[in-house]
């Protein structure tokens, strides 16, 4: 029998983040903020950006009827009137998008929805509210508090029965199974039964070759969908290619990738002193790891990036879940942090010897200046997989680190501008290429007839500004008045033909972060450093 004490001991430090037994408000509490579907819904007159690359089209009126979309109209041209006799008849409600863009709704390929009893302390509405409210309509989850948990959320979901992202199901490898995986046996065994749970796919962090090898194999036969965060404590044994060529459909950030871009050594160039479990020195390392890989083009860059092509091996890199590392104060003090940002959730990202991420305890500009390294030498490899047609999709990773929900997926749009993406180019990520991933790009991910009606409608063009998609919105000078305006702001997320009015949305996340706050006798605005003391010097 083959110990799987490395993989244990990371399971251990990752659940005790996410909870297995927390007992929390039971799902079936929960209740829909969403109006329809409806009989017969209809966008009137917006800009259609459907989601394949295709450039925007408008105006356009959208027909929806129940959860599917039956009709695009084109009814006019730019800088003309509408012709009337191109609209489709009245339906039972209608939206005048004149002046607005519409989206495919968004997939997140990294949720993790957290409860008010994991370490972060936040209600699931506020996680859920919060994805919606930032056109977020399909969550991959890879990672909550229980496997059965997982499936009742997507069971609920799926029959629209809360306010929530449609959820695709990935529970962690070995999850709630009531012992160690220690052979390969036991592997296919975990699969098989989480299979009958109603899994989607399976998340991985790695483990000892003959058992990744067999659970692998039995996903596929399973029909189970796979995704990996190539943990330091197995990627030595397998990087990136050994476990996309086992049948690995997807990796999440970018470890085990580099290690396959090594030329001149095999293992990381850890300092004697690091320990893994000291979350500084995980992090502070991994900030030095790219500039150890193959330089960028080079004969072995090329020859892992074709290879990984070849294999149709899809790219998460979650870019924001560590945007914290290359720049902590503009990171920690977003604006969005004191209206939505639960005092619990600001104490969690607050320096912690025992907390994940929050790994502050003296955080240096040497530091952010090896991650800066580290961004520029990732995202050129990232931009250059999409140039070469590989499938590079969006994640948050959000609940970690300064990056809150909803908010964060905005920011990893942003920084895929950074990497080279054109915004036409971010959106097909988020939009077409993650339903894809997930394998339902049959229903979602375009704007299409026959489609599942999951949009997003913007007052503003994203396209132009990618911050208008902000739950804060985007300052602008008003030239007529002399005022400073906000601007944008999601005004609809439509899922399954159910209409969320985003602003609404997040008023009652804001109702709840105040809320919080009061209970805890903490004044309006944003947090301290510490919720607990301050320090004068």
């Not at 404590?233 to 396959?260: D, F, I, K």
């Amino acid at each position: 029998m083959t110990s799987n004490k490395p993989l244990l001991l990371l399971v251990l430090v990752w659940w005790t983040v996410i909870p297995l037994i927390a007992q929390d408000r039971p799902l079936d509490s929960y209740t829909s903020d969403g109006d329809g579907p409806y009989d017969r819904l209809i966008i009137r007159g917006a800009t259609m950006i459907e989601g394949s690359g295709a450039p925007p089209v408008g105006p356009v009126d959208i027909v929806i009827e129940k959860d599917r979309i039956t009709q695009i109209q084109n009814v006019g041209v730019p800088g003309l009137p509408i012709n009337p006799d191109r609209r489709p008849v009245a339906g039972d409600r209608e939206i005048d998008a004149s002046g607005m863009y519409v989206l495919p709704g968004f997939v997140d390929m990294h949720g993790h929805p957290h409860t008010s009893q994991s370490g972060q302390g936040v209600p699931l509405e506020y996680v859920l509210k919060l994805w919606l409210a930032h056109g977020i309509t399909t969550s991959r989850v890879v990672g909550a508090k229980g496997v059965d948990w997982i499936i009742e959320l997507q069971r609920l979901s799926d029959e629209n029965k809360i306010t929530s992202p449609r959820i695709v199901a990935y529970p962690g490898f070995g999850q709630d199974f009531g012992r160690s995986i220690e052979s390969a046996e036991d592997a296919r065994e975990w699969v098989r039964w989480v299979k009958t749970r109603g899994a989607n796919g399976i998340k991985f962090f790695g483990a000892p070759p003959e058992i990744m090898t067999a659970a692998l194999d039995e996903a596929s036969n399973q029909g189970l969908r796979s995704t990996e965060h190539h943990a330091q404590l197995n990627v030595t044994r397998m990087n990136v290619l050994s476990t996309a060529n086992l049948g690995l459909m997807s990796m999440e950030h970018w470890y085990g990738l580099p290690e396959a871009l090594f030329e001149s050594q095999v293992i990381q160039n850890y300092p004697p002193d690091y320990n893994y479990l000291n979350e500084q020195h995980r992090f502070g390392e991994a900030g030095r790891l790219w500039k150890q890989a193959a330089a960028p083009y080079s004969e072995h860059w090329n020859s892992v990036m074709n290879e990984l092509l070849e294999l149709d091996f899809t790219i998460d890199p979650t870019f924001v879940a560590y945007l914290a590392s290359r720049d902590l104060m503009r990171q920690s003090r977003n604006t969005w942090h004191a209206l939505y940002t639960m005092p619990s959730l600001w104490e969690w990202y607050r320096p912690s010897r025992d907390a994940h991420g929050s790994y502050w305890f003296y955080w240096t500009t040497e530091d952010e200046m090896n991650w800066k390294e580290n961004y520029r030498l990732w995202m050129k490899f990232i931009n250059e997989y999409k140039n070469r047609g590989g499938r590079v999709t969006l994640g948050s990773d959000s609940g970690y680190i300064y990056n809150l929900y909803g908010f964060g997926y905005i920011q990893e749009m942003e920084l895929m501008r950074e990497a080279g993406f054109h915004p036409l180019e971010v959106i097909r990520s988020a939009t077409i290429l993650g339903a894809e991933a997930v394998g339902l790009d049959a229903d979602i991910g375009t704007i299409q007839v026959g489609k599942k009606a999951d949009l997003v409608i913007v007052p503003e063009n994203p396209l132009a500004n990618l911050k208008v998609l902000f739950g804060t919105g985007a300052l602008r000078l008003n030239d007529e008045t002399g005022e400073v305006e906000i601007v944008g702001g999601i005004q609809w997320t439509i899922k399954d033909g159910i209409v969320f009015n985003a602003k609404e949305l997040l008023a009652d996340v804001r109702a709840m972060v105040e809320e919080s706050k009061a209970e805890m006798g903490l004044p309006a605005g944003p947090m301290p450093m510490s919720i607990e003391t301050t320090t004068d010097h």
